[in-house]
């Protein structure tokens, strides 16, 4: 019998690609959403893409009732974890909303999975380790303290899952670190939906080039780097999906060496915001509209992965260049556009 994913936040950018590479792998998923950040756009997209629709359920985290009901209902083998608020902006602005919402739909879930026996892998960032000089990062490297209350909820929801697997004998945990997901399904069907303005700089590039956006501004042309941009590591969304696959069939399949194992998500290739520009122009045959502008308050200069223990342990790699990526990116905006 096929084993059963709960995807919480499944109907997001990630949890939506994430649930199309499970469903293709051959696991059955139940998505979790309570559409407080997202639409059921991305929902209505995996279920076509699938050509089946995962059982949908419409509920908090934050609501200990509801998660017991969820686990009552479902048979859940795993659960991967998304169901949180993602602005590092609004997280400074509102830090007790953020704390509340992303710590507490944690625990509820944890408390309620430790009870069930079942593993958890929780979606985190390589924000958690700021700014550094020693490049590229491994998953030994230091964590430097959090610059804003949502990077702070994803150390902490790191250290919680950490505590428990060492109390809680009966569940095991892996937190993946992303670098920077970008791009879309090829199909166009699932993609990134920001609201407003988009903070992020792929949608800002693809928003601008289809008009919605006057001009993109690159933050900064003075850091100490080969062409005076931050340097990033852009790892595919389809990608990024597939690493999830990889470690929950290692969870299920008893292969985890720790009772919590840690795993960089990331390309190991540094790219830098004038690079992806001048390539997203070259892929697309698009000219963007760009200026120079200062610096954006609290933007490291520079960082990737060293992806080599998910290499390694997981048996994953990212697999598409960064121009295949440009383009699903691209092809998601018009699709959006209705072109
Ligand atoms: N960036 C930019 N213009 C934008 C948005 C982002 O120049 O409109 C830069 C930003 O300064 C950083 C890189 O693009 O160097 C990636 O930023 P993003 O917000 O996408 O991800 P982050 O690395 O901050 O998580």
Not at 8 to 25: C, K, P
Not at 41 to 47: D, L, M, P, Q, S
Not at 268 to 274: A, F, T
Request: aromatic share 10%; hydrophobic share 40%; glycine share 8%.
């Amino acid at each position: 019998m096929a084993k059963q994913v709960l995807v919480s936040g499944g109907a997001g950018f990630i949890g939506s690609h994430v649930t199309v590479e499970l469903v293709q792998a051959g696991f059955d998923v139940v998505v979790a959403d309570n559409f407080s950040n997202c639409d059921k756009t991305c929902y209505e997209g995996v279920c076509k893409i699938l050509g089946c629709r995962p059982p949908l359920v419409e509920m908090d985290f934050c609501d200990l009732a509801a998660v017991e009901r969820l686990f009552a209902d479902y048979q859940i083998d795993a659960v991967i974890h998304f169901a949180a608020y993602k602005a590092v902006g609004e997280s400074v602005a509102e830090p007790i909303l953020y704390y509340k919402n992303n710590l507490l739909s944690f625990l509820n879930l944890l408390e309620v999975a430790r009870r069930k026996g079942c593993n958890v892998l929780f979606s985190s960032s390589a924000t958690v380790y700021g700014e550094t000089d020693v490049l590229p990062v491994t998953e030994q490297s230091p964590r430097q303290p959090a610059t804003s209350p949502y990077g702070n909820t994803k150390q902490i929801c790191e250290d919680i899952l950490r505590d428990s697997v060492k109390a809680y004998p009966g569940i095991k945990g892996i937190a993946l670190r992303y670098f920077n997901p970008i791009g879309a399904h090829p199909s166009a069907l699932i993609g990134e939906l920001p609201r407003g303005v988009p903070n992020n700089l792929v949608p800002f590039i693809t928003q601008t080039a289809i008009g919605k956006r006057e001009c993109l501004s690159i933050f900064g042309n003075d850091y100490p780097t080969p062409d005076g941009t931050c340097q990033r590591d852009y790892i595919d969304i389809v990608d990024l999906a597939r690493a999830h696959v990889c470690a929950v069939a290692r969870m299920l399949d008893g292969k985890m060496e720790e009772p919590y194992e840690i795993y960089n998500v990331g390309t190991g290739r540094p790219i830098s915001v004038l690079e992806l520009v001048n390539a997203f122009e070259k892929v697309n045959g698009v000219k963007l509209n760009w200026k120079y502008a200062p610096r954006r308050p609290g933007d490291v200069t520079a960082i990737w992965a060293d992806p080599t223990l998910a290499n390694e342990k997981l048996g994953w790699k990212a697999t598409r260049t960064v121009e295949e990526t440009l383009a699903s990116a691209w092809a998601w905006e018009k699709h959006l556009a209705g072109e």
